[in-house]
């Protein structure tokens, strides 16, 4: 079964950290670029970042630019999104997702998307 599942969400105060985990099973790990995307109440999903398991590029979106860094570790099928200096409008749910192969420069992905996680809840108070 094809799965990624995110973890590692919460409530945190603004001006705090977390860090999301996406970890990935019944597929290739080192076959496709990972992204991080978000979604808060009446919004359109974002991209946030992402990571590509071909050159090691990233991308950011620029509202986190900074602040957040991606990160994967090979070995264990999992990807990370750090999230320092947290503000309220990161408030969304967060969304880990697999495509072919490299990220964008403008965006997350330059190809198709593949697989998706179901999410986990990430809020901010003030």
């Known amino acids: 079964e094809v799965e990624l599942v995110e973890s590692g969400g919460g409530l945190v105060q603004a001006g705090g950290s977390l860090r999301l985990s996406c970890a990935a099973s019944?597929?290739?790990?080192?076959?496709?670029?990972y992204g991080w995307f978000r979604q808060a109440p009446g919004k359109e999903r974002e991209g946030v970042s992402c990571?590509?398991?071909?050159?090691?590029?990233?991308y950011y979106a620029d509202s986190v630019k900074g602040r957040f860094t991606i990160s994967s570790d090979n070995a264990k099928n999992t990807v990370f999104l750090q999230m320092n200096s947290l503000k309220p409008e990161d408030t969304a749910v967060y969304y880990c997702?697999?495509?072919?192969?490299?990220?964008?420069?403008?965006?997350?992905?330059?190809?198709?998307?593949?697989?998706w996680g179901q999410g986990t809840q990430v809020t901010v108070s003030s």
């Open positions: 997702a697999a495509g072919d192969v490299f990220c964008g420069s403008s965006q997350v992905f330059t190809g198709p998307q593949y697989y």
């Open positions: 019944g597929f290739t790990f080192d076959d496709y670029a």
């Open positions: 990571i590509s398991s071909f050159d090691g590029s990233t």
